[in-house]
């Protein structure tokens, strides 16, 4: 349960969902975890509980940021880098959401969903790189989603966001290999973050894995990709959706 021990881990949009329970587990298994989360209320509970906990020697600490303003993501690493001197790994897991036709999307609406989930990604990516060469290399785990591949209406923004994640991912695997920083995504499909209990046998089913997604289904892709010996996966896309994607659908 240590196999992060000592290792510095930042988790962007880490207050509730997927991104708390992807903090959890690096904390559980020794890593010292950067809330990084534009929410106050929400960064500092989940730092609070880890640290409460003392997860295995792993500890939190909250520091609050907004991935859509490029300043805040420099000071973010900036202090990092004067904390702890090193970062290992950093997942860019904040990201959000508009369903609006696109005749009425506005152009603000777009630049900002795309400055969150896409720009961030890229900003919070190349200020992470410049601490993990200086020792040696880490490993950066990208969300994208299973709405790169397909969609529902009025998911534009969002949609283009996630597809240019997939893109940047194998850009940055590329560029960061001589650094030895290993760059993959994660497409989760549907992971259920509220009351898992009030799903219906329905919503199980029509997952091929047999039920919906979990948090910590995602969580544990993260582990398994940014361990060590598993650096010969890089540029690679991961999808997470209980088989979803793969099952053809015809109505009667």
């Known amino acids: 349960m240590n196999n992060f021990a ?11 969902g997927i991104g708390r329970a992807i903090a959890m587990m690096y904390a559980q298994n020794g890593a010292h975890v950067v809330i990084a989360e534009r929410d106050a209320a929400s960064g500092e509970a989940t730092a609070q509980a880890i640290n409460e906990q003392s997860l295995a020697g792993g500890s939190a600490f909250f520091h609050p940021v907004d991935v859509s303003q490029p300043h805040e993501i420099e000071q973010l690493m900036q202090m990092v880098d004067e904390r702890w001197g090193r970062l290992d790994v950093l997942v860019n897991n904040a ?10 999307l506005t152009v603000e609406a777009w630049d900002y969903i795309l400055n969150t989930n896409l720009r961030g990604v890229f900003l919070g990516s190349r200020e992470a790189a410049k601490i993990m060469r200086k020792n040696g290399g880490g490993a950066i785990i990208n969300l994208s989603s299973t709405r ?3 969609s529902e209406p ?3 923004a969002y ?17 960061f290999a001589p650094d030895r920083i290993s760059v993959n995504a994660l497409s989760p499909g549907w992971i259920e973050t ?11 089913d029509q997952h091929p894995a047999g039920r919906v997604g979990k948090p910590d289904d995602i969580a544990r892709a993260c582990l398994f990709l940014t361990r ?11 999808v997470i959706d209980g088989g979803m ?5 015809y109505l009667p």
């Open 245 to 249: 994607t793969r099952k053809m659908i």
């Open 6 to 16: 000592q290792h510095v881990v930042v988790v962007t949009g880490s207050g509730q």
């Open 228 to 238: 060590k010996e598993n650096d010969f996966i890089t540029g690679a896309e991961l």
């Open 159 to 175: 949609a283009a966001s996630k597809g240019g994640i997939l893109a940047l991912t194998h850009a940055l695997a590329v560029s």
């Open 154 to 156: 009025h998911s534009e």
């Open 95 to 104: 990201g959000i959401s508009t369903w609006e036709s696109p005749y009425d």
């Open 194 to 204: 509220g009351d898992y209990a009030s799903l219906r046998t329905e919503d199980h």
């Open 148 to 150: 790169a591949h397909m």
